[in-house]
């Protein structure tokens, strides 16, 4: 069952990673993207340039 924090949307299947500095949300149809650039070191700026998202 999908919910609703602020204006996101969080689905079934969605990838949740937490810590001490706050909440990220990545949506499963581009988990693969987001883990392949953090696997490449790729910064959070790269990240929003091409995904407009973090």
């Known amino acids: 069952m999908p919910i609703a924090l602020s ?5 079934t299947g969605d990838l949740v990673i937490a810590d001490d500095g706050g909440v990220v949300v ?3 149809r581009q988990e693969d993207e ?4 953090a ?3 790729a910064s959070l700026r790269t990240v ?3 995904l407009r998202m973090l």
């Open 7 to 11: 204006r996101m949307r969080i689905e």
């Open 39 to 41: 696997r490449e070191g």
């Open 48 to 50: 929003w340039d091409r």
């Open 26 to 28: 990545v949506p499963r």
């Open 34 to 37: 987001v883990l392949a650039l």
